[in-house]
């Protein structure tokens, strides 16, 4: 069974920057792709950044210039470091990894890490 568990959220200052953290329960590089997604209240939940098997990388454009995805592969992590933080940043982050198996891409989910940015 994959466990992703985040860690980094907390309550921070515009302007101001947090690395979250996902650690996979095994080799991130059994999953076809991984990212960030986000939940704001009202709001439905999307895409912040993702990285693939091959390491592309893809931004939402809310994002693009302030925040980085990146992983290390030996240790089963990915991290998004997020700079210049804005108050409509806040949301619920959630990590996300897929797997294709066959035809079919099963998702898994970590449980989340609130992060708000206060003006």
């Known amino acids: 069974q994959v466990q992703l568990v985040e860690s980094g959220g907390g309550l921070v200052q515009a302007g101001g920057s947090l690395r979250l953290s996902c650690a996979a329960s095994g080799s991130i590089f059994a999953f076809n792709a991984m990212g960030w997604y986000r939940k704001a209240p009202g709001k439905q939940r999307e895409l912040v950044a993702g990285?693939?098997?091959?390491?592309?990388?893809n931004y939402a454009d809310s994002v693009k210039g302030r925040f980085t995805i990146s992983r290390d592969i030996a240790t089963n992590m990915v991290y998004l470091q997020m700079n210049s933080l804005k108050p409509e940043d806040t949301a619920v982050y959630y990590c996300?990894?897929?797997?294709?198996?066959?035809?079919?891409?099963?998702?898994?989910w970590g449980q989340g890490t609130q992060v708000t940015v206060s003006s």
């Open positions: 996300n990894a897929q797997q294709l198996q066959g035809a079919v891409v099963s998702p898994y």
């Open positions: 990285v693939t098997r091959g390491g592309i990388t």
